[in-house]
């Protein structure tokens, strides 16, 4: 990686040796790390559901939003799990070495003269995802390992929290992920004060389950209610009718007012839409301004972060920054092909995962406690 002059006829290249950043130097001196459970350094405000439980070496944050469908799941690591072979550290380490294909990649923005473009690296592996930015996507077949592996690691993760949230079996779960499990793999890579900023992952032709492995150093992930949500206003002053949510500006008087508005809406539009203007004013909903965050976790190096619900993704946005020197983030999305336009298929075919990672049998004598 490096700089590359695109003037015709001018050959200027520099590409500055990378220091590699060994996996022993992410430890914390003074954050117990051992084969026992780590701990947990999130948070959340009070009306945010926490579940914790400890499973396969990994301490789970499970975190339930009143009146979304879904749930976002923190799973943190143990130092098993960072030094499995092929696990986390080597992972950190192999994404270093060689050269995934991570690039700044044009916005394509017609706001600036030239190009913008991303302030992290990114390349995507598997089913195109088009949506963040023009992002070259590679096939799986002869992608480094740390790419098919996490595939393979977060396939496993998904199924396992799915099971457990709807008290299934993995095995009864695996027979229905089969046909929608993940088959692409977006990687970031963030330097010194690389971020990205609140978003969704709630695109046209995404399945409802998200999720994403850290490695390197510690991302903080915040989660807050979209303020169009929050506040229940637009920046024109007009009320939004989706259902409240709890934890919105002034909840109670939504939810008292949300049926009648709702069959006004039905019965007599004019009136309908004369009241999407008077509410703002009546219960002096705020236009500008965010929501708090509702959850910030700590995503440490080998941990990984599950989001499930389409709900989620319409009510909720998070962002990611780290205060470190290099972070990763490798996010695996089931893409619909079918949802993806005749220019924007792959070239190559998205075959499935035969990784068959299984985290259940990853160091069971050492926990003993399974
Ligand atoms: O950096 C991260 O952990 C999150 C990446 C992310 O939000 C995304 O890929 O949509």
Redesign the pocket.
């Known amino acids: 990686m490096g700089w590359e002059c695109q003037t015709p006829n001018c050959n200027f290249k520099k590409v500055p040796a990378h220091t590699l950043i060994p996996a022993v130097s992410l430890r914390e001196p003074f954050w117990p790390l051992t084969a026992s459970y780590t701990l947990s350094r999130d948070t959340h405000v009070p009306f945010i559901k926490l579940n914790v439980s400890f499973a396969h070496n990994y301490r789970i944050n499970q975190f339930m939003i009143p009146g979304i469908d879904g749930f976002i799941t923190h799973l943190i690591a143990n130092k098993t799990v960072l030094e499995e072979p092929g696990g986390p550290d080597d992972m950190f380490e192999a994404i270093q070495r060689n050269d995934i294909g991570l690039r700044r990649r044009s916005l394509g923005s017609g706001v600036t003269k030239g190009d913008s473009y991303t302030r992290h690296f990114l390349v995507n592996y598997g089913m195109p995802y088009k949506f963040?930015a023009a992002t070259a996507s590679s096939s799986f077949e002869g992608a480094a390992s740390p790419i098919t592996d996490t595939r393979s690691r977060l396939n496993w993760a998904a199924k396992f929290l799915l099971a457990q949230e709807q008290g299934k079996s993995v095995e009864e779960i695996a027979e229905e992920w089969k046909s929608k499990e993940f088959n692409e793999v977006?990687a970031?890579g963030?330097f010194e004060n690389q971020r990205?900023n609140y978003?969704d992952?709630g695109e046209y032709g995404l399945g409802p389950t998200i999720a994403?492995l850290?490695l390197g150093a510690p991302?903080t992930?915040r989660i807050r209610m979209k303020a169009k949500h929050h506040h229940g206003v637009s920046s024109a002053g007009i009320y939004d009718n989706d259902a409240p949510m709890p934890g919105c500006a002034a909840y109670e008087a939504r939810l008292a007012m949300h049926p009648e508005l709702q069959a006004l809406q039905q019965s007599d539009s004019k009136a309908y839409k004369i009241r999407l203007k008077q509410i703002p004013k009546e219960l002096k909903l705020k236009r500008s301004g965010q929501a708090r965050d509702a959850i910030t976790m700590t995503?440490g190096h080998g941990d990984i972060?599950v989001m499930h619900g389409a709900e989620l993704q319409k009510y909720y946005e998070?962002s990611?920054d780290h205060t470190g020197k290099l972070r990763f983030?490798l996010?695996c999305r089931y893409i619909d092909p079918e949802s993806l336009e005749p220019q924007d298929k792959p070239t190559y075919e998205v075959k499935p995962d035969m990784g068959e990672y299984d985290g259940a049998k990853l160091g069971v004598e050492a926990m003993g406690t399974e």
């Open positions: 963040i977006l970031l963030y990205i978003h992952d994403t850290s991302g992930m995503l972060m998070h990611v983030a996010t």
